[in-house]
């Protein structure tokens, strides 16, 4: 059975700790052509795991910082920036970035679970809005998520999608997704999609490496 979701990484976990999927690799991406040559050394980039579950989304977005860091990109966690009132409202959000000098963002978010799954309560939904641009697809990202699964079945397939934006183009440079299996902890998971995407991003020139 397949299900769509539209669950950031960090909310396959269970509520009560802190366990996500390893073995991850990327089976599809795509580069943007039309994307202009980029920087991000010396600039700061928003880390961003989309799901309303705050725990699970701090611990992974810390994860992605930490691993972006090692990369030599100043990177920051979206939940230490960007206020709730923010998810929902386009141009707040385009605010606090453009004071914070965002130069770009990664994002990460689970978009299909394949295979037979067991779920202990929670909703899941279809996340289909515009890509194109990092704001055209801010409001509805967020409202796409409204709630997550309270616990899950080990025996699972999650896709992860991450897209990687140009702030200052206002366009997304690249998008990747990767599968993954077998729980392990978070930061663990972000490792392993991390250096994925960080050839990625060498790739593309933005570490200045």
């Known amino acids: 059975m397949k299900m769509k979701m539209t669950l950031a ?4 976990l269970g509520s009560s700790n802190l366990m996500l999927w390893a073995q991850a690799k990327y089976v599809t991406n795509w580069k943007n052509p039309e994307a202009q040559p980029a920087n991000w050394k010396g ?5 961003l795991v989309r799901t309303l579950q705050t725990k699970a989304r701090l611990a992974a977005e810390q994860a992605m910082v930490h691993e972006l860091h090692l990369l030599g990109i100043d990177a920051l966690q979206a939940m230490s920036l960007v206020p709730p009132e923010a998810e929902k409202n386009r141009e707040l959000a385009r605010k606090f970035l453009t004071e914070a000098g965002i130069a770009g963002v990664v994002v990460m978010q ?3 679970v394949k295979e037979e799954i067991l779920f202990g309560g929670g909703q899941t939904s279809s ?3 515009s890509y194109a641009t990092f704001y055209s697809a801010w409001e509805t990202g967020w409202s796409a998520v409204p709630f997550g699964p309270a616990a899950a079945s080990r025996k699972a397939m999650l ?3 991450t897209l990687i934006y140009s702030i200052d183009q206002d366009r997304l440079i690249w998008r990747g997704t990767s ?3 077998d729980p ?3 930061d663990e998971i972000m490792r ?4 994925a995407t960080g050839k990625e991003l060498r790739k593309a020139g933005l570490t200045g490496q």
């Open 192 to 195: 392993e999609l991390m250096g």
């Open 110 to 112: 689970v978009i299909e």
């Open 127 to 129: 996340l289909t809005p």
């Open 184 to 186: 392990q902890r978070v």
């Open 9 to 12: 990484l960090a909310l396959m």
């Open 179 to 181: 599968e993954t299996t």
């Open 159 to 161: 896709v992860v999608e």
């Open 43 to 47: 600039k700061k980039v928003l880390a």
